[in-house]
């Protein structure tokens, strides 16, 4: 079992970057890095992570697992089962939450939270990743970009009440342990049975290109396999333009 050493802090650039420095620094597995506000918060891609204070957690995880670079996807798909774990902790039903490929947890069919995987490698091997979580508990959407009030949630929108972040932190902090102990253990099943993505019809800009199809199946490195007018075609990286929703 993996074990915790949590760092706390105000306000930061990015938990992120913390967390690499404390990596390159020969920092053991299990360094935390919590904020409260993230000022250049960060998600796949780079995109900017909405961060106000006090309202969410924000937090990257320093891990250092026996995998090759071909499994660095089981992280991304740890750290979203790790949310769901969480999220039926704190009483929502799990009819309500599902994933969205590649790395976005969905609450009544809106984005709750985002994992974002980091890694160092040498050869074929990892040296350390950074597991980064942005999980929307208390959020309030008033300030944040139109974009994001409309495709964003958060737990207390969907409960009714505010949450209490410390204890919404140790639910996510103990599933994210449960879940890493299950390696080498592939969680590929588990991800599959709560991805919203399969057996719809999907657009998927992948660098200047855009892929529709039918998502088929997500195979072991995470790829997900799209069926299209030509053919399969696997996509490794890209961005899910369909929001998917329950139907």
């Not at 390159?24 to 409260?36: H, I, L, T």
């Amino acid at each position: 079992m993996i074990h915790y050493d949590v760092r706390r802090f105000a306000s930061v650039p990015s938990t992120m970057d913390i967390c690499r420095q404390l990596a390159e620094q020969g920092a053991p597995e299990g360094v935390v890095v919590v904020a409260d506000a993230q000022m250049a918060g960060r998600g796949r891609a780079g995109r900017a992570w909405y961060s106000p204070p006090g309202q969410a957690i924000y937090l990257s995880l320093l891990l250092r697992p026996s995998l090759t670079a071909r499994r660095l996807s089981w992280l991304t798909m740890i750290g979203a089962l790790a949310v769901l774990d969480a999220l039926d902790a704190l009483g929502v039903p799990s009819s309500r939450a599902g994933l969205k490929w590649a790395n976005d947890v969905l609450l009544d069919g809106k984005k709750v939270a985002g994992i974002l995987v980091e890694a160092a490698l040498t050869a074929d091997r990892l040296d350390y990743a950074v597991l980064g979580v942005g999980f929307n508990v208390n959020t309030d959407f008033g300030d944040a970009p139109e974009a994001v009030r409309a495709q964003a949630t958060c737990v207390r929108q969907a409960i009714g009440c505010a949450m209490d972040l410390s204890n919404a932190l140790d639910l996510l902090l103990a599933a994210l342990a449960k879940r890493y102990a299950q390696l080498p253990a592939s969680p590929l099943p588990a991800y599959v049975a709560r991805l919203e993505t399969l057996g719809r019809p999907v657009r998927l800009r992948v660098g200047d290109e855009e892929v529709v199809g039918v998502a088929e199946r997500v195979e072991e490195d995470g790829a997900l396999v799209v069926n299209t007018s030509s053919g399969l075609r696997r996509v490794t990286f890209g961005d899910l333009l369909d929001r998917c929703v329950h139907s």
